[in-house]
């Protein structure tokens, strides 16, 4: 008996391995381009003003894996395609990244002056926004596991539906740390504020538009 249940349970455990493997890929090839770009401060190929461009590098990735992170779910409900065991590893990217860019901001352009730090979170939008949205993946990230889903309860999805909050204030963020209005920040804004459209579609449209496809 016990044989035949090991048997059947032989294409779980190896499905369960691929898609561990996949997770560890995807962290592999999601910090590529932190390191890459590491690399190039290094040999100096980052321009005049190197902290400045690893520092919005960084930022941008984050971004980018938040939009990513939010895009499982719509993909899921009008596709088919189901990606959400990778969800939560798109997420933790965009933490990673996040903190990697605010570490940046803190140590190499502000050069842990406090005083500075102080007056630019207090009265610099682009900053407070910033850091707004950096606090908020903080939480997720911290709660982003099975003792805080047991823990929270229901109130799990309510804290994680933050995302879409903190997607918004780095969108802001993005937008306000030039001088001028850019069509790449605006973009990133436009895709952040469509799929927060997207998630406060009543449900039985969206249950609608799932039965549809």
Known sequence: MTARTDRRDQPARKWRSSVGILRV?????????????????????????PVNVF??????WAIRFLILSLCVTPLR???????????????LLAFWYALFHVTVYVGLDQGFDGAVLLADITRRPFVIMGMAAFLIVTV???????????????????????????GLCAAVHFILSFKLLRAEPLLYAVVMALLLLYRLLPDAIRRRRLAQR
């Open 77 to 91: 409900e009008l596709t088919g395609v189901s990606l959400l065991r990778y969800r939560r590893a798109l997420g």
């Open 140 to 166: 997720l990230a911290a709660t982003s596991n099975a003792w805080s889903i047991r823990r929270l309860g229901r109130r799990w999805r309510a804290v994680h539906r933050m995302v879409y909050l903190a």
């Open 55 to 60: 520092e919005r590098t960084l930022g941008l």
């Open 25 to 49: 890929l995807l962290y592999a090839v999601g910090l590529v381009p932190a390191a890459a770009t590491f690399a190039m401060g290094l040999a100096n190929r980052l321009g005049p003003d």
